[in-house]
T-cell receptor, first 113, second 113 residues
Framework: SAVISQKPSRDICQRGTSLTIQCQVD?????MFWYRQQPGQSLTLIAT?????????ESGFVIDKFPISRPNLTFSTLTVSNMSPEDSSIYLC??????????FGPGTRLTVT | GDSVTQMEGPVTLSEEAFLTINCTYT??????LFWYVQYPGEGLQLLLK?????DKGSNKGFEATYRKETTSFHLEKGSVQVSDSAVYFC????????????FGTGTRLKVLA
């Protein structure tokens, strides 16, 4: 497995502001994903973070709202822009290891007031 | 498209009871199947997986068998403990060059002492 950390672990933000979430992995990985988990819901894939190129977004998610950076094979950031209360969720990063197993970070719990 | 259906929760059991959480899937091709567990306030942890028909995944007393004929991957444990209280997610990866997961809605398990 891998050790995956996320910062911050939680935050309370005001509407209209932006928050950048960091994901750090202790080994180099090719595939990295960002998910959203709304309260009491399952996980929804936001995008695939591609190293050295633009992220690949899923239907319903756009770069202007969720810009992603992936400067190297161990690190990525997700920004939640111009936040509204509907953005209150847990945001998780995951990486693919050994075959197609995904391992998840501990999540960032975001509350927008 | 591919999908995963899990039984509705919450499931409440007494300690040492037998657990079954149902999961069925729809997929073209030959997906890999996973169970993840999310303890309160934490990210998702891979519990077990199966990559082909009739495979049985097992871990920590939990097991699930990949049944192609019934398109199912039910999670079972013979004797649950209070520490098993968590949310359980069934997921599939359709393979064929993609590492994306499709998650079920999650089933909350509460085990009473």
């Amino acid at each position: 497995s891998a050790v995956i950390s996320q910062k911050p672990s939680r935050d309370i933000c005001q509407r209209g502001t932006s928050l950048t979430i960091q994901c750090q992995v202790d080994s180099q990985v090719t595939m990295m994903f960002w998910y959203r988990q709304q309260p009491g819901q399952s996980l929804t894939l936001i995008a695939t973070a591609n190293q050295g190129s633009e992220a690949t977004y899923e239907s319903g998610f756009v770069i202007d709202k969720f810009p992603i950076s992936r400067p190297n094979l161990t690190f990525s950031t997700l920004t939640v822009s111009n936040m509204s209360p509907e953005d209150s969720s847990i945001y998780l990063c995951s990486v693919v290891l050994q075959g197609n197993e995904q391992y998840f970070g501990p999540g960032t719990r975001l509350t927008v007031t | 498209g591919d999908s995963v259906t899990q039984m509705e929760g919450p499931v409440t059991l007494s300690e040492e009871a037998f657990l079954t959480i149902n999961c069925t899937y729809t997929a073209t091709g030959y997906p890999s199947l996973f169970w993840y567990v999310q303890y309160p306030g934490e990210g998702l942890q891979l519990l077990l997986k199966a990559t082909k028909a009739d495979d049985k995944g097992s871990n920590k007393g939990f097991e699930a068998t990949y049944r192609k004929e019934t398109t199912s991957f039910h999670l079972e444990k013979g004797s649950v403990q209070v520490s098993d209280s968590a949310v359980y997610f069934c997921a599939l990866s359709s393979g064929a060059g993609t590492y994306k997961y499709i998650f079920g809605t999650g089933t909350r398990l509460k085990v009473l002492a």
